[in-house]
């Protein structure tokens, strides 16, 4: 039976690869959508402003032919060269004169009723539609120019109506010029229909682009999904591929750089945990054997028993110290460089190191240079290898310490004249838990030392030979400006 927490969980994970899967189709219906609505908002502003234009050619056509007429009122009769005396003479010959396009048709009307046609070539015939005629016919006994538009069952139409007056004999008649509209609006169709079908297919082009574009500005995000699923607790090597120098590319390096730290933290706990459980597992069992055969009523069991079990409480209190260093030496601010006097650091250290056992302490190497450098741990780690050294030397032998710079490195070393490491024991000595021939210490001092020089930037050189001594030597770079 699934409980309410794995519910939940799988309801999370569900929900999260929905919300990944809609971040894309999000994006790509946004950008088709704005731009179907910019092609949309483009062809209705170019419509109304067609639509404008027309009505505006219209509007000029018909004032033109008012004014042809009345031009034509002011001219002779051809056939008598007298002027018109007659509104029928004056209407016949603007009919003959009238040129019509093929969405436009005239008519004369003498006397209340249609007297005068276009010519039977003229392909639109306005006389045919009762509706305006009807319409048109009490306008043409008025004095002045009427324009006006009609809706009929043959079609929207506009007009103009021009009266003709003879005050001399009282004879009236009039033009009228129509223009088809419906037949004006068809041909902008074919335009407006060229450009639906280039917006559709600009429309589905962009969509094919902005899918392309989209899935490769998302492909860093699908990348950190797959390598953070791709991380278990056993492996967080994992990391993402960068590639260019955008912003996802940076949030990409900033992954990588948390990865790190993870890795780096979950090392240094399981190095910790494994530290632990092999270094303080033989003081335990050391502890817990003498107290289960003491003799409680044998003083001199008793007082024994508590001597070696408090050497053995020491010794776990040093491991516990050496293992929280090496834990911290993993974090940041392990280290806090500040301005130092290297050789004012190294008469403090040398003066600190001749109380660990008596040794013939020679100072051979003062580097008069100031460096950026934690002064703490760097004596912490010099003095651990003073210990080293007085650890596995004779008493009265010569032990040497100094320091110097080595040309873009300071190098602080100390020397003895023990009993060695040997070849195959020097690379492994500054590892965790590893201890020499002698077997003694805890194995985490030296890579206490080497932690530390780590934490400045450096590194830590081991030269030896059985028998003859060992010198080891802290090696920290120094900035240009720090050098003398």
């Given at each position: 039976?699934?409980?309410?927490?794995?519910?939940?969980?799988?309801?999370?994970?569900?929900?999260?690869?929905?919300?990944?899967?809609?971040?894309?189709?999000?994006?790509?219906?946004?950008?088709?959508?704005?731009?179907?609505?910019?092609?949309?908002?483009?062809?209705?502003?170019?419509?109304?402003?067609?639509?404008?234009?027309?009505?505006?050619?219209?509007?000029?056509?018909?004032?033109?032919?008012?004014?042809?007429?009345?031009?034509?009122?002011?001219e002779l009769d051809p056939a008598t060269g007298e002027p018109f005396a007659d509104p029928e003479v004056l209407l016949r010959a603007a009919?003959?004169?009238?040129?019509?396009?093929?969405?436009?048709?005239?008519?004369?009307?003498?006397?209340?009723?249609?007297?005068?046609?276009?010519?039977?070539?003229?392909?639109?015939?306005?006389?045919?539609?009762?509706?305006?005629?009807e319409a048109v016919l009490p306008l043409t006994t008025g004095d002045v120019v009427v324009f006006g538009e009609a809706e009929t069952a043959l079609g929207g139409v506009r007009y103009v109506v021009v009266p003709v007056r003879f005050p001399e004999t009282g004879a009236t008649g009039a033009m009228v010029h129509v223009v088809d509209m419906d037949a004006e609006r068809a041909l902008l169709r074919p335009t407006f229909t060229t450009y639906a079908l280039v917006a559709a297919?600009?429309?589905?082009?962009?969509?094919?682009?902005?899918?392309?574009?989209?899935?490769?500005?998302l492909r860093p995000i699908r990348s950190m999904r797959e390598t953070v699923e791709r991380i278990t607790e056993t492996d967080i090597s994992?990391?993402?591929?960068?590639?260019?120098?955008?912003?996802?590319?940076?949030?990409?390096?900033?992954?990588?750089?948390?990865?790190?730290?993870?890795?780096?933290?979950?090392?240094?706990?399981?190095?910790?945990?494994?530290?632990?459980?092999?270094?303080?597992?033989?003081?335990?069992?050391?502890?817990?054997?003498?107290?289960?055969?003491?003799?409680?009523?044998d003083p001199e069991d008793v007082a024994s028993s508590r001597a070696l079990v408090i050497d053995e409480?020491?010794?776990?209190?040093?491991?516990?110290?050496?293992?929280?260093?090496?834990?911290?030496?993993?974090?940041?601010?392990?280290?806090?460089?500040?301005?130092?006097?290297?050789?004012?650091?190294?008469?403090e250290t040398l003066a600190k190191a001749t109380t660990l056992g008596a040794r013939h302490w020679v100072l051979e190497g003062l580097a008069d240079v100031e460096a950026s450098?934690?002064?703490?741990?760097?004596?912490?780690?010099?003095?651990?290898?003073?210990?080293?050294?007085?650890?596995?030397?004779?008493?009265?032998?010569?032990?040497?310490?100094?320091?110097?710079?080595?040309?873009?490195?300071?190098?602080?070393?100390v020397r003895d004249e023990g009993v060695g490491i040997a070849a195959e024991e020097q690379g492994r000595v500054l590892e965790r838990a590893e201890r020499g021939r002698s077997g003694t210490g805890t194995g985490l001092g030296l890579a206490i030392v080497s932690s530390i020089a780590k934490a400045?930037?450096?590194?830590?050189?081991?030269?030896?030979?059985?028998?003859?001594g060992t010198r080891v030597t802290i090696v920290v770079p120094v900035k240009e400006e720090e050098r003398p």
């Open positions: 039976m699934r409980t309410k927490a794995s519910r939940l969980d799988l309801d999370w994970h569900t929900g999260h690869m929905e919300r990944h899967v809609s971040i894309r189709t999000r994006v790509i219906s946004a950008v088709v959508l704005l731009t179907g609505l910019a092609l949309a908002l483009s062809g209705v502003l170019v419509y109304l402003q067609s639509q404008a234009s027309l009505q505006s050619r219209v509007s000029a056509d018909l004032a033109r032919v008012a004014d042809e007429i009345e031009l034509l009122a002011a009919m003959e004169r009238e040129v019509h396009l093929p969405s436009e048709g005239s008519f004369a009307v003498l006397a209340g009723r249609v007297r005068f046609i276009s010519q039977p070539a003229v392909r639109f015939r306005p006389e045919k539609n009762p509706e305006l005629v297919g600009s429309l589905v082009l962009v969509a094919m682009l902005i899918a392309l574009l989209v899935g490769r500005l994992q990391r993402v591929p960068i590639d260019g120098t955008d912003d996802l590319s940076a949030l990409a390096a900033t992954v990588n750089g948390m990865l790190d730290r993870l890795e780096t933290a979950v090392t240094g706990q399981r190095e910790l945990l494994d530290d632990v459980g092999h270094e303080l597992r033989t003081p335990l069992t050391i502890v817990r054997g003498h107290l289960e055969l003491m003799d409680a009523a409480l020491d010794r776990m209190r040093r491991l516990v110290d050496d293992l929280l260093t090496l834990a911290k030496s993993e974090q940041r601010g392990f280290v806090v460089p500040t301005t130092i006097d290297v050789a004012r650091l190294t008469d450098l934690d002064a703490q741990r760097v004596s912490q780690a010099w003095l651990q290898l003073a210990a080293n050294a007085v650890r596995y030397s004779a008493e009265g032998s010569r032990i040497g310490m100094g320091s110097g710079v080595d040309g873009g490195d300071l190098r602080l070393w400045h930037g450096g590194r830590v050189l081991v030269d030896s030979a059985e028998g003859v």
